[in-house]
């Protein structure tokens, strides 16, 4: 893992170096040209700095503790925060989101980590979503558990893809980081839980995330519920 990331900051550090190395050496008898040249490579400097800061913020996600901060919450207000966190970017696609979610079951979670992990599958469900089409967060309880269903009307994933876009760097996207689900699916493990995806190829995708409605280690007395 460690050596695919390194390979992508060396690729945007060393592009970061070449248009550095363009503006410092840059000469000619037209300034105007000159200028128009150097902006474009602070621009182009801009860019892997992006590159370099989006993998950065990922990955110091990615290796945060994973101790649990086990509290008990209404489920249906842990994914209206989800929910209204990626409202900016629906509106921005002309997407609209829908919560489905009964008010009364709590479920007990660290619920930093299952919110960032809600969002990461909730963005991905946007980024895939035709613009006009609306995606769909369910939460449901069943048997001890709790489900959260995101589904997008988006063109699906591939059959032979559907193993490898849970591992880290796994991306499709020109700006992806690949880390998003890799994610979800650690902290949702975490939990006691699981991930899983259906699709079909062209009509869309649901991720369901399933949680333990009460995980391993709450009750030991040490929590107090909020
Ligand atoms: N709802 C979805 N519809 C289609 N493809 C998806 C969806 N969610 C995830 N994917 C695929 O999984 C890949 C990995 O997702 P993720 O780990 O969040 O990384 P990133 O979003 O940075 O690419 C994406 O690049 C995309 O190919
Ligand atoms: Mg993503």
Redesign the pocket.
């Known amino acids: 893992m460690s050596s695919v990331v390194s390979h992508q900051m060396l690729q945007q550090i060393g592009l970061i170096g070449i248009h550095a190395d363009l503006i410092r050496h840059a000469d000619g008898d037209d300034l105007a040209a000159a200028v128009a040249q150097a902006k474009s490579n602070a621009a182009a400097i801009e860019e892997a700095l992006g590159g370099v800061n989006r993998v950065l913020r990922d990955l110091l996600v990615f290796s945060r503790d994973l101790r649990l901060n086990l509290y008990e919450h209404r489920l249906a207000d842990v994914l209206a925060e989800c929910v209204e966190e990626c409202q900016a970017q629906a509106a921005e696609r002309a997407v609209t989101l829908r919560l489905e979610c009964p008010a009364e079951p709590t479920v007990v979670l660290d619920k930093l980590k299952m919110k960032q992990a809600v969002v ?1 599958v909730l963005r ?2 946007i ?2 979503s035709p613009p006009g089409s609306w995606v769909v967060v369910r939460g449901s309880t069943r048997d001890g558990w709790a489900e959260v269903a995101i589904t ?1 009307r ?4 591939p059959e032979p ?1 559907r193993n490898a ?1 849970f591992t880290p760097f ?4 020109e700006q ?7 994610i979800a699916r650690e902290f949702t493990e975490a939990h006691g839980g699981r991930i899983t995806v259906e699709s079909e190829e062209g009509t869309g ?1 649901t ?1 369901v995330l399933h949680l333990p409605l009460r995980p391993a280690g709450w009750g030991s007395g040490q929590h107090a519920a909020r």
């Open positions: 990461n991905n469900a980024e895939a997008d988006g063109p699906g994933i893809d876009i796994f991306t499709t996207k992806g980081t690949g880390l998003g689900l890799a995708a991720f």
